[in-house]
């Protein structure tokens, strides 16, 4: 071997061809799909008291349509919206809006614990007795939506190096991180045939981590698919036009975001 070509061997090839992140602004969009576990739900008003066992619930997608890109109807689809800062090389710091939907499953059959004295066809005391989650007696949902504020710290690793990636002007990156938010829900409700509310009300708090891939074209646009975990606790939802009635419940999630964004440097 000779020494010109032991140099060569020795010379380590970069395959990074993204450039430095510090300092740089973020910006992403997209939509999600959701999953959420049973909960249970309680319902209190002047006249009621009672918790609900075992509530499943979906989420809504829609079909891609033109709403899906059209200012005026975002929030029809089940969207995310995100702004972040690389404070550091591989650590950016962000608030996002996750637009999800929740769903109560009408017509299934669930526990009731408590007490119910409105002057309806469902008053009675049950102790741990099966009740049928007829429109009549109650439609639960957090349609516009079950909309999570929150605050997140992530980490961002470019991978090329690792992988041995050599497609100029195309980077594949790792990014994971945690989050905290609050609730703030426009809970779509009908309850024990009071009449239908749907207001926005800050109703708790939430709690995420998630992993994702992210492919960055050109040095500044990029896609990118989030796998996300969390926790809500809403011990604050507003059920009806009066303060005295209220629900609470705390559930865990899976969420699935597929977005599309743009890094860029504003000092330069």
């Known amino acids: 071997m000779s020494f010109s070509q032991g140099v060569l061997d020795t010379k380590k090839v970069n395959f990074n061809d993204s450039g430095n992140n510090k300092g740089n602004i973020f910006v992403y ?29 979906d989420d809504k997608p829609k079909p891609f349509g033109v709403y899906f890109l059209k200012l005026d109807e975002l929030t029809i689809p089940q969207t995310n919206f995100r702004v972040g800062y690389f404070f550091k090389e591989n650590y950016t710091i962000s608030i996002g809006l996750d637009h999800m939907k929740y769903v109560m499953r009408n017509n299934t059959t669930v526990k009731i614990n408590g007490d119910i004295n409105t002057g309806g066809n469902f008053d009675g005391n049950y102790v741990n007795e099966n009740i049928v989650l007829s429109e009549d007696f109650l439609l639960f949902e957090h349609t516009d939506g079950l909309n999570y504020i929150n605050a997140e710290i992530s980490r961002f ?38 009449e239908r509310y749907d207001e926005f009300h800050v109703s708790g708090y939430g709690l ?42 705390h559930f865990s999630f899976v969420e699935n975001l597929y977005v599309f964004g743009a890094k860029f440097n504003l000092t330069k």
């Not at 991180?177 to 309850?191: A, F, I, Q, S």
């Not at 492919?215 to 011990?235: C, D, E, P, T």
């Open 208 to 249: 995420s981590a998630h992993v994702g891939l992210n492919i960055m074209f050109f040095k500044h646009f990029f896609i990118q698919s989030n796998f996300k975990v969390g926790y809500i606790n809403m011990q604050n939802i507003r059920t009806t036009s009066s303060t005295t009635d209220s629900a609470s419940q």
């Open 29 to 57: 969009w997209g939509w999600n799909r959701g999953h959420y576990s049973t909960s249970d739900i309680t319902f209190k008003g002047d006249n009621y008291n009672f918790t609900l066992s075992n509530v499943k619930a």
């Open 157 to 194: 690793d470019n991978l090329d190096n690792w992988l041995k990636f050599p497609v100029k002007n195309i980077d594949i990156n790792l990014t994971e991180g945690v989050g905290v938010g609050v609730l703030y829900p426009k809970t779509n409700t009908t309850l024990l045939g009071k």
